[in-house]
């Protein structure tokens, strides 16, 4: 654990303990699979400020990565969200990768009340504790993520989100539930969808709700997400008049930013990155 990162958090109720028992994935998550060490992006600390937090959420605290520059501030603030897998290695880089170019970036926990994905060594464990999560849930704990950040040297005027798998399909949600987020990026997250009780609405549900405009990044191969529902999407939004775009990869499999699996497309990847930082950049983050 960072010491200035400790240094920052008075408002948090921290013990050793905390630290040390934390729903964090040291590493890669074994539920993905194999790991493929030659392509791994490895983001350095050198000049940052980064490691295991605890939010203040209802009925107690969530863990969470946090990383920020070592000094200066305050800081743009980016919510990463994570992939089904958790908060493990790949996502923590994310959020280094972030904070090398100055802003605040967080990544909870989500799953934390349902389970504990550390323990997790396999998909369809992953998907259990996955599909117990409701929706509302995550919209507040993400609401307590940008809280934290105001505490803790996060311009939260300046409110990006970004989200991977699981969390592109978060990403959309969390832009058209608060108003402060000024800009998202989606990474190949699910559109469409049945409602059930834990999961009553979906992206394309809440296209005409968008308070912020997203990019929707995704794969012209993603055996997921067949490319008509980007296009029901894209039709919502265009009716309601959101902002909002989508950039198609062609050839592309899902989880083509995810360097540390088999999916991962370098191309896509790194230009999918930079066509978030820019689209982060031009709308106010």
């Not at 980007?230 to 198609?248: H, N, Y």
Request: aromatic share 8%; net charge positive.
């Amino acid at each position: 654990m960072n010491a200035d990162l400790l240094s920052l958090l008075p408002k948090v109720d921290f013990t050793r303990r905390g630290f040390v028992a934390t729903t964090l994935i040291s590493g890669f998550t074994v539920a993905a699979g194999p790991v493929m060490a030659q392509t791994v992006i490895k983001t350095d600390t050198a000049g940052l400020t980064a490691g295991p937090v605890k939010v203040p959420v209802a009925g107690g605290s969530m863990d969470a990565y946090a990383a920020m520059p070592a000094t200066g501030g305050p800081f743009p603030v980016i919510l990463v969200v994570q992939e089904i897998f958790g908060v493990h290695e790949h996502i923590q880089d994310v959020c280094r990768r972030f904070a090398k170019l100055g802003y605040l970036a967080i990544a909870a926990d989500l799953y934390q009340r349902q389970g504990d994905m550390s323990k997790v060594t396999d998909v369809q464990g992953a998907l259990a504790i996955a599909g117990k999560v409701p929706d509302a849930q995550v919209m507040g704990d993400l609401d307590s993520c940008v809280a934290w950040a105001k505490a803790n040297k996060g311009d939260t005027a300046k409110l990006g989100i970004t989200g991977f798998c699981w969390g592109g399909r978060i990403t959309w949600l969390y832009s058209a539930h608060n108003p402060a987020v000024k800009a998202g990026v989606a990474w190949y997250g699910r559109l469409v969808g049945n409602a059930s009780e834990l999961t009553p609405k979906h992206p394309v549900d809440v296209a005409a709700e968008m308070k912020a405009p997203v990019l929707g990044l995704y794969g012209s191969a993603d055996q997921g997400i067949p490319v008509d529902t980007v296009k029901q999407m894209e039709d919502r939004l265009r009716a309601a008049g959101k902002p909002s775009q989508f950039i198609i990869y062609d050839g592309a499999p899902h989880a083509f930013h995810a360097d540390y699996r088999p999916s991962y497309r370098k191309e896509a990847a790194e230009d999918g990155w930079k066509q978030a930082v820019a689209w982060f950049k031009r709308h106010g983050v």
